[in-house]
Each structure stands twice: as structure tokens, then as C-alpha cells.
T-cell receptor
Framework: QKEVEQNSGPLSVPEGAIASLNCTYS??????FFWYRQYSGKSPELIMS????GDKEDGRFTAQLNKASQYVSLLIRDSQPSDSATYLC??????????FGAGTILRVKS | SAVISQKPSRDICQRGTSLTIQCQVD?????MFWYRQQPGQSLTLIAT?????????ESGFVIDKFPISRPNLTFSTLTVSNMSPEDSSIYLC??????????????FGSGTQLSVL
């Protein structure tokens, strides 16, 4: 079992819709969770971090964490074509290392 | 967040040669890492660069192939040795834990696109 799993997609949503990206992880002791956005040919850019169960909102982005289910998600409201990118889920493991999922490709159609 | 300068941004190299990638941060950081991202793949951690001591390598990566230096809290190098076409990839420097800051977020440099012929 991979440490961090994501659906590779592509996930296609119409402009203005909510995009829902999901991630599961295997290490129960993980405490920190991150979402990165990566445009083609660019390096990953941190967009959200979450440490506690529940929701965390930042503008159009909401991160959701459920440690009991070992599940973290990212919601993007009012999706825009500029949100089209690969979204990487990252989980902090023992030793302060981040383990990344394979990423989900999001396509927002105008 | 820290400003991370990585160079070269890209290079085309011949099989059997070596390339050294430099990573410079504009502030002192506690942790520096090197990642590899092969075409169409996610990020794989190569090693943690330790200041003043040998790097800590992940499974599948060895010092002879990927020697790493970290002489101080703002600078690190990664060398890709005796290159083969399988080493063609993007190599990313990343940092975490700015001195004086209270966050543990990981930030990336702009990456080095390496092509081996």
C-alpha cells in the first residue's frame, strides 16, 4: 500500500463548480497535511496546510481532515480555468519528511 | 516564505558525466531536502541534506550516485554522478523551518530540468 494515495484523474469540472480532491494516507501518527498545486513545467506551490480534524478555509479553498478515517480533501469553490493544474497531497511522516501522493490532474472547462 | 534559488535551471548532459546542482536560500533554514520528479510522476525524496555531516538517503538512493553537501544553513549542492538516460528528471531543492519562524511548511526551488543523452 502506498503511503499517500490520490486518484490520478483527470478530474474535469465546469467553470464555477466545486472541485473536490481526495487523499488517503497510511501512517496513523501523521500530524501535518499539505496541499500543493503544480502547473505544468513549474515547481509545486503550497496552497493549504491543515493539522487538526475538521475544515480549514482560505479564500476559495477548503481543506478537510479526518484523522480517524485517514482522509484529507481539498475543495475548490467557484473553480476557474486558472485552477487547472496537478494537485499534490503531502503528509508529514516520522522524521519530518513529507511524502507526496501521485497527484490529481484538475481540468476546469470554461 | 524563503526565497530559494536553484541553478542551473536546465541542462543537457552526456552519458557518464556528472552535474552539480546548487541551492541557495535567502535565510537560514533548519532542514533542506532534495527531491526528484520523473516525467509524469510525483515527487520522490532523494535525501535530507544535513549541515556539517553526511546526508541521510532514502531507500534506493546512495551517496556514490547522489553526493550531497551542506556547508551551512543557507546552501546545499546535489551532484548526479555517472549519469545515464534514466537520470533524466526534474531535481528540486526544498527547505523547511526558517530560523525564527514557527511554521513547518515545505517550500520548493524552481527546479533543475536534467536531460541525459
Amino acid at each position: 500500500q502506498k503511503e499517500v494515495e490520490q486518484n490520478s484523474g483527470p478530474l474535469s469540472v465546469p467553470e464555477g463548480a466545486i472541485a473536490s480532491l481526495n487523499c488517503t494516507y497510511s501512517d496513523r501518527v501523521s500530524q501535518s497535511f499539505f496541499w500543493y498545486r503544480q502547473y505544468s513545467g513549474k515547481s509545486p506551490e503550497l496552497i493549504m496546510s491543515i493539522y487538526s480534524n475538521g475544515d480549514k478555509e482560505d479564500g476559495r479553498f477548503t481543506a478537510q481532515l479526518n484523522k480517524a478515517s485517514q482522509y484529507v480533501s481539498l475543495l475548490i469553490r467557484d473553480s476557474q480555468p486558472s485552477d487547472s493544474a496537478t494537485y499534490l497531497c503531502a503528509v508529514n511522516t516520522n522524521g519530518n519528511k513529507l511524502v507526496f501522493g501521485a497527484g490529481t490532474i484538475l481540468r476546469v472547462k470554461s | 516564505s524563503a526565497v530559494i534559488s536553484q541553478k542551473p535551471s536546465r541542462d543537457i548532459c552526456q552519458r557518464g558525466t556528472s552535474l552539480t546542482i546548487q541551492c541557495q536560500v535567502d535565510s537560514q533554514v533548519t532542514m533542506m531536502f532534495w527531491y526528484r520528479q520523473q516525467p509524469g510522476q510525483s515527487l520522490t525524496l532523494i535525501a535530507t541534506a544535513n549541515q556539517g555531516s553526511e546526508a541521510t538517503y532514502e531507500s534506493g538512493f546512495v551517496i556514490d550516485k547522489f553526493p550531497i553537501s551542506r556547508p551551512n544553513l543557507t546552501f546545499s549542492t546535489l551532484t548526479v554522478s555517472n549519469m545515464s538516460p534514466e537520470d533524466s528528471s526534474i531535481y528540486l531543492c526544498s527547505v523547511r523551518g526558517q530560523i525564527g519562524a514557527t511554521n513547518e511548511k515545505l517550500f520548493f526551488g524552481s527546479g533543475t530540468q536534467l536531460s541525459v543523452l
